[in-house]
């Protein structure tokens, strides 16, 4: 079923309209249009609703992308290849492989991982979910780094596993500036 048929006015058969339904929608949006091109009005017609009716599950704008930021980052852990997480090298190498297919998934959305502001400022991109980032933590303590190393080892990763993604993005077309420039 095509999206937009089943968001309609919500008053026929179709499923009821949701905040995730919305997320996603601002997701496919965002990959075919990039994250510049994203509209309440816009969203509303691809979701067959009226933009106003997604006030009822977004807060505006900066809510949605925020949410596909989370959307993004969502189950993140689970997805780690087991295989390889038998030693600190094969974590890395599979948390970056799992953030990169994120990447190559959704180039245009991407970026946001690294332009939004952050809810909690001293988490890092391209890790910005709590759970991603106490998994790494707690990994690497398991096998013997110390605070240090493992405060050290995540700054580098996530610095060069971010800049390295956001060269791909741009490669494939991606804005990979921020979505508004603050005042």
């Known amino acids: 079923m095509n999206p937009s048929e089943g968001a309609e006015s919500r008053r026929g ?3 009821r309209l949701t905040r995730r339904l919305v997320i996603e929608g601002a997701l496919r949006s965002i990959d075919e249009h990039g994250a510049q091109g994203l509209t309440m009005r816009g969203l509303g017609q691809d979701l067959g609703v009226e933009a106003m009716s997604l006030y009822r599950y ?11 930021v989370s959307h993004l980052l969502e189950g993140l852990t689970d997805k780690l290849d ?6 600190w090298q094969g974590y890395l190498q599979s948390l970056a492989h799992t953030v ?4 190559l998934r959704h180039p245009h959305a991407f970026p946001l991982v690294a332009t939004r502001h952050p809810a909690a ?5 391209p890790l910005r979910s709590i759970e991603v980032v106490e998994h790494f933590l707690c990994t690497l303590r398991d096998f013997g780094f110390t605070d240090e190393q493992r405060v050290d080892a995540y700054r580098s990763f996530s610095s060069f596993l971010l800049g390295h993604l956001l060269l ?4 494939q077309g991606a804005e990979t500036s921020p979505v508004e420039v603050p005042l």
């Open 100 to 103: 990169r297919k994120v990447s």
């Open 82 to 87: 087991e295989q390889l997480c038998g030693s």
């Open 168 to 171: 791909e993005c741009a490669v």
């Open 58 to 68: 977004v807060t505006g704008r900066e809510d949605i992308l925020e949410a596909v």
């Open 13 to 15: 058969s179709g499923p």
């Open 121 to 125: 400022p001293w988490l890092r991109p």
